[in-house]
């Protein structure tokens, strides 16, 4: 079973929707959580950190729900700069960072 | 500024050739990591450091080999046993023990073609 399960899209919408994406993972133990955003042929950057309350910025929100095991980012309003690949990542017990496969997001004028 | 440095950025190399890949960080890390992504996939883990003279294999560490020997240093070395060499290769780097919740930092990455 994969450390971490990511739908990867593609999901295309208009400029000013709102996309939501989601993320499962297995390990119960995991400790923190992140979702960065990689752009065509470049490394992933970080983009938002997920904190138990879930947390915003800007037009972006995160959601961690530990029962259930799975993360969330919400866009609203979105933007033609926001296509790229969404990475869900998850911090296991012994600092092993695993990542989803990525959902790619193009934004259409 | 503090960052990550891969080098080099393309690379090039006949089958049955090993090649070392750089990466070098002034970010004062302790844990530094090397991920293997291919076309339209996510990045797995091959090596991963916790502290200098040690590290630990991740999922594909077959074929590769990394060594230690400074804090900010942790190089790749591809053998010519890996049997799909030609990958986007990325290095990151986090704060470890005592930063909970730090995220990976990324070099820009080496792209290794193996013909």
């Known amino acids: 079973r994969k450390e971490v399960e990511q739908d990867p899209g593609p999901f295309n919408v208009p400029e000013g929707a709102t996309v939501a994406f989601n993320c499962t993972y297995s390990n119960s133990a995991s400790q923190s959580f992140f979702w960065y955003r990689q752009d065509c042929r470049k490394e992933p950057k970080l983009l938002m950190s997920?904190?138990?309350s879930g947390n915003e910025d800007g037009r972006f929100t995160a959601q961690l729900n530990r029962a259930s095991q799975y993360i969330s980012l919400l866009i609203r309003d979105s933007k033609l700069s926001d296509s790229a690949t969404y990475l869900c990542v998850v911090n296991i017990p012994g600092n092993q960072f695993y990542f989803g496969t990525g959902t790619s997001l193009t934004v259409i004028p | 500024d503090g960052g990550i440095t891969q080098s080099p950025k393309y690379l090039f190399r006949k089958e049955g050739q090993n090649v070392t890949l750089s990466c070098e960080q002034n970010l004062n890390h302790d844990a530094m990591y090397w991920y293997r992504q291919d076309p339209g996939q996510g990045l797995r883990l091959i090596y991963y450091s916790q502290i200098v003279n040690d590290f630990q294999k991740g999922d594909i560490a077959e074929g590769y080999s990394v060594s230690r020997e400074k804090k900010e240093s942790f190089p790749l070395t591809v053998t010519s046993a890996q049997k799909n060499p030609t990958a986007f290769y990325l290095c990151?780097?986090?704060?470890?023990?005592?930063?909970?919740?730090?995220?990976?930092?990324f070099g820009n990455g080496t792209r290794l073609t193996v013909t």
């Open positions: 997920v904190y138990s």
């Open positions: 990151a780097s986090t704060g470890f023990p005592s930063s909970y919740n730090s995220p990976l930092h």
